[in-house]
């Protein structure tokens, strides 16, 4: 079957910290081991703001952002045989290949080939005769995109793309940072510094895990209400208090918490969390994202029992975790609708991305193509 160049509307990032523009661009056929996708839902991330408004790396642009969204396959490049044309598909910015080292090991979920760079310089994108680089391996705010057959998950055709979308990033960050990398226990203590979508995951992610004690953490005191609809008991504002938080919430708790998760990507919340964990079996873990600032920390945090752990993609292999939170979500064991505030149009990405940058959303889910 002959496959030609699409031409499709997408939201193009022509610089850093400038509104994205609404252009005609040109996605290219899928080539060997890649698969052309109509994304039908695409939600806005705080990733996405940290490489326009944050990082912005001037070499990482123009870009198409997006790399929360799910679609269906439109065509597929030669030795794709996974995929078919009609396939229901969430893309994903980590790949899984299944065959290194890593992938074999059950210890983690990172690979061998994993996306390293913000923007790739292998795109199949053109706008106005220049190449369009590809954002985190995926570029969701198009009609159309071309992702490597590794970073792709085949999900159940009975998901609502414009709902599901969302476990392509945040819900499954914040969940399984819970469950896969704290390992939250039953009856335990916990706390979630950060009430974004991925923080609810964690709280949602720690409620599911049988937590008997969840206090949610944020600055931002209308979180309070939501924080209970995923799971939280407590809600503390650091702002109602003159001391460090982390000592509240050592007061709150006795001597600390089980289990504290960071989902903010600020470097004195880290160490709060850290903590804020109890001395001797504390267990501590770094979501949020940031490469602008170390951190430091006292030694003694650690030598006294404490433990500190990262997790990428809430620890789940992607190919393997993401049709699987599919089907919690189908099984009504997770929650999604509820992280929508809002449903817009690709058109409105620069609305969607004022929402997210100013904190007035938990996730603005934009529809891109029609199914």
């Not at 705080?46 to 929360?68: A, I």
């Not at 190919?319 to 809002?342: C, N, R, S």
Request: aromatic share 6%.
């Amino acid at each position: 079957m002959q496959v030609f160049v699409i031409k499709c509307k997408a939201a193009v990032a022509w610089e850093p910290n400038k509104p994205v523009v609404i252009e005609e661009i040109e996605v290219a056929p899928p080539q060997a081991n890649e698969v052309r996708i109509k994304i039908v839902a695409t939600a806005v991330c705080h990733s996405d703001l940290y490489h326009l408004f944050e990082g912005m790396n001037k070499d990482g642009f123009p870009t198409v952002l997006g790399h929360e969204a799910a679609g269906i396959v439109e065509s597929v490049g030669p030795g794709v045989t996974e995929f078919q044309p009609g396939d229901k598909v969430i893309p994903i910015f980590l790949s899984q290949c299944q065959e290194c080292h890593l992938c074999k090991n059950p210890k983690t979920n990172q690979t061998r080939i994993h996306q390293e760079t913000m923007s790739a310089v292998e795109s199949r994108f053109t706008c106005k005769g220049k190449r369009v680089l590809q954002f985190m391996g995926t570029s969701t705010f198009s009609e159309y995109t071309v992702v490597h057959q590794m970073a792709v998950a085949k999900i159940d055709p009975a998901a609502p793309l414009d709902k599901v979308c969302l476990v392509g990033c945040g819900i499954s960050t914040g969940y399984g940072a819970a469950v896969n990398t704290a390992k939250v226990e039953p009856g335990s203590t916990c706390a979630v510094f950060g009430l974004g979508a991925v923080g609810l995951a964690a709280v949602m992610g720690c409620k599911a895990a049988g937590a008997k004690r969840i206090i949610a953490v944020d600055i931002n005191p209308e979180k309070a209400e939501k924080a209970k609809v995923f799971g939280a008991t407590d809600f503390v504002n650091p702002k109602d208090h003159d001391k460090p938080i982390s000592e509240v919430l050592t007061e709150m708790t006795n001597g600390g918490v089980d289990y504290s998760v960071e989902c903010v990507g600020n470097v004195q919340v880290m160490r709060s969390a850290l903590e804020s964990s109890a001395q001797g079996w504390g267990v501590s873990v770094i979501v949020g994202w940031t490469t602008l600032h170390d951190i430091a920390i006292q030694p003694i945090h650690l030598i006294s029992g404490r433990t500190w752990k990262g997790s990428l993609f809430g620890g789940f292999k992607s190919k393997d975790g993401v049709p699987k939170m599919v089907k919690a979500y189908l099984d009504k064991k997770l929650k999604l609708d509820e992280f929508i505030t809002h449903n817009m149009t690709l058109d409105q990405a620069n609305d969607a991305i004022e929402l997210m940058k100013n904190c007035k959303c938990i996730r603005a889910v934009m529809s891109v193509s029609p199914q």
